[in-house]
């Protein structure tokens, strides 16, 4: 074995759902055991299920590519929605104004042009089944949750870029 391989024992565990659906630990904690990644699908999840009350459909979950990932890609009839979802944990009650409580705040410029540049590539790839949308939009929806994986805010910002 390489001195940098973790054998299988001390591997890190992977996250599962707890009794309500909330992201845990395998013994019933509650909490992320892979971080900012898990963070990340929790907050995706969150923003998935708003987008489906607003009457969207979930087209695609992080769509890899070469350039990056999309987030999701929603439609809901008529719009095909490509959305940047960014989480945070409130790691402290009442930090108002701080990054935690503002994920919308993180976002950039450069993750405009990289949002569309890979919609580009998925709407030319001609092995993948799009629906007819007769507008694209670019959105944002920023998630705050607790220490505990509960919702504080989400903020969804439509036609962002």
């Known amino acids: 074995m390489h001195p940098h391989d973790t054998p299988p024992s001390s591997r890190p ?6 009794p309500d659906g909330r992201p845990g630990l395998p013994d019933g904690r509650p909490g992320l055991a892979d971080g900012r990644r898990g963070l990340g699908r929790l ?3 969150l923003a998935a ?4 009350r607003l009457g969207f ?9 070469r350039h990056g990932e999309i987030d999701l ?13 960014k989480t945070r944990r409130l790691t ?5 104004g701080q ?7 993180a976002l950039r410029p450069r993750q405009r042009a990289r949002l569309r540049r890979l919609a580009v590539a998925w709407l030319s790839d001609e092995g993948i089944a799009r629906p007819a949308a007769r507008t694209i939009r670019f959105d944002a929806v920023g998630v705050v949750v ?14 962002a870029w």
């Open 13 to 18: 565990i992977s996250a599962t759902r707890l």
């Open 43 to 45: 907050g995706e999840e």
């Open 49 to 52: 299920a708003h987008l489906e």
């Open 57 to 65: 459909s979930v087209v695609a979950r992080n769509v890899r590519s």
């Open 73 to 85: 890609i929603a439609f809901d009839g008529a719009t095909l929605v490509f959305a940047e979802v």
């Open 92 to 96: 402290r009650p009442g930090a108002a």
């Open 99 to 105: 990054l935690e409580q503002n994920p919308l705040a």
């Open 146 to 159: 607790d220490a505990s994986d509960r919702l504080v805010r989400l903020d969804h910002l439509e036609a």
